[in-house]
């Protein structure tokens, strides 16, 4: 009843090809973005800041670039942690070997090292595919942990292999309050999701869907399997590169190789699934589920009177994602984003469902 179409006109093309086509979304978008810009920072306190809001922004992140790749160009990546690793590292040696170098520029530098990297690795996409590029990648993550653990000039000669970076600022205003990192990360969040979101609608997105559906067929109306897929590679790392950068020098500011390990590209992966293969949305919603259920696990019980111990909510977190991607696999393979998709398309007839 609420959410309808009716007298709705659109007399351009700009207004059909728009990002959010209903009235009704723009308005609830800009609720949206006012919550985030202006309530929460004067709201939320340190806890959520630093254990719910700014992770959940940089896996969003994390797991938009992912989705770009498995679930728009339908490859295969298991080495997502890597990509993620190189951001971060290559901004740090930027940072700290380059004086006066901006913050800005280290990060986005960070992710250019990253895109340089996930288009050598995903150079075997041409030849193979499935479970082989899988492998191909998960050496990816396997090469970056030997190098960033070995090879001492990447982490500034530090013996143990760990890094930090302190007195980050932005045009002269430091990033130290949980607030400031907040609205930083999401700044980035609100840009690249603009950005990811044109750029599947664009022509490079058809591409890449069409690679995905069926990349002989693609290749037969004209379009470069080669082009196609490397591009998936370079905007993918690019993105994933700038989360892994966001992800040591704003959420955990000192780190080492092991912060970036396989557990992390299969966590990514996880939120893709859940959250929804090809969809802007779905990385929200898997990015969202992952950082809250462990939270979840460990107070509900508590509220319930019956605690769990650490050791048991680590397991059933695994338990739980692993019975939801079987679920979300057999049930439902677009994950959460379609369950709100149908849920908004029912709206749009409620309460006639006729």
Known sequence: MFYRENGQFKTSYRADLAIFPIKQDRIAMALLLLVAIVVIPFTADEYLFRAILIPFLIL?????????????????????????????????????RIDGMPLLASLLLGGASATVVGVIFGVPSLRIKGLYLAVATLAAQFFVDWAFLRIKWFTNDSPSGSVSVAGLNVLGMPIETPVQKYLFCLAFVLVFGLLAKNLVRSAIGREWMAIRDMDVAAAVIGIRPVYAKLTAFAVSSFIVGVAGALWGFIYLGAWEPAAFNIDRSFQLLFMVIIGGLGSIMGSFFGAAFIVLLPIL???????????????????????????????????????????????KEKLRLWPFPH
């Open 297 to 343: 696990l460990d107070a509900v019980p508590r509220w319930l009177g019956a605690p769990l111990s650490t050791a048991m909510a680590a397991h059933l977190t695994y338990m739980i994602f692993g019975a939801l991607i079987v679920f979300f696999l057999i049930v439902e393979p677009h994950g959460l984003a379609r369950l709100w998709s149908t849920a």
């Open 60 to 96: 969003s992140l994390a797991a938009l670039g992912l989705n770009i790749l498995v679930g728009y160009c339908g490859q295969i990546s298991l080495g997502t942690g890597a990509f993620m690793a190189v951001g971060a590292y290559a901004a740090y040696n930027f940072h700290v």
